[in-house]
């Protein structure tokens, strides 16, 4: 009876082992980054996009802004093909009209993000959380790497974080397409 009871522990206790083998690896990573780049093409730095449970983080390491804080937010295109970056297009969004601004109650802009302070020497270090976006299709959050990609824009002003349609941020002086 105790050898039938041990070979069923066993077979048991293997079972997980025999299902884990027969599964898919998991993919090399998930992560998404990017080349922060000027109007001028210069090297601003890097950005880099973690899945994470309802949502994803953001990493940025940029130089050569001016000081102070920028406005920064996911574009709806991943491109930043000419100097004044329109072909990142407008923020991501899942519905229109869309309404801009973290401290509005009717906002519905995913690609809002939390200002980014670049330091005298022009550097800026930011790690944050948006729960308005996933990193890739399959959820019910909007995708940054859908059919046409995405971008994240870094603007020359604050995000005053209500007034429309991009918070009074100004123009766009740094993007980085994600791949």
Known sequence: ????????????????????????????????TGKLAGPDGADLGAITVTPAPNGVILRVEAKGLTPGWHAMHFHEKGSCADEKFASAGGHVHSMTPVTHGLLNADAN????????FANADGSATAEVYSTFVSARE???????MDADGSALVIHAMADDYTSQPIGGAGVRVACAALQ
């Open 138 to 144: 399959g959820g019910k959050l909007p995708a940054l």
């Open 1 to 32: 009876m105790i050898r039938y009871t041990l070979a069923a522990f066993a077979l048991l206790a293997a079972t997980p082992v025999f299902a884990q083998t027969d599964a898919p690896p998991p993919p090399a990573s998930d992560t998404l």
């Open 109 to 116: 802009d995913a690609g809002d993000l939390p200002n980014l």
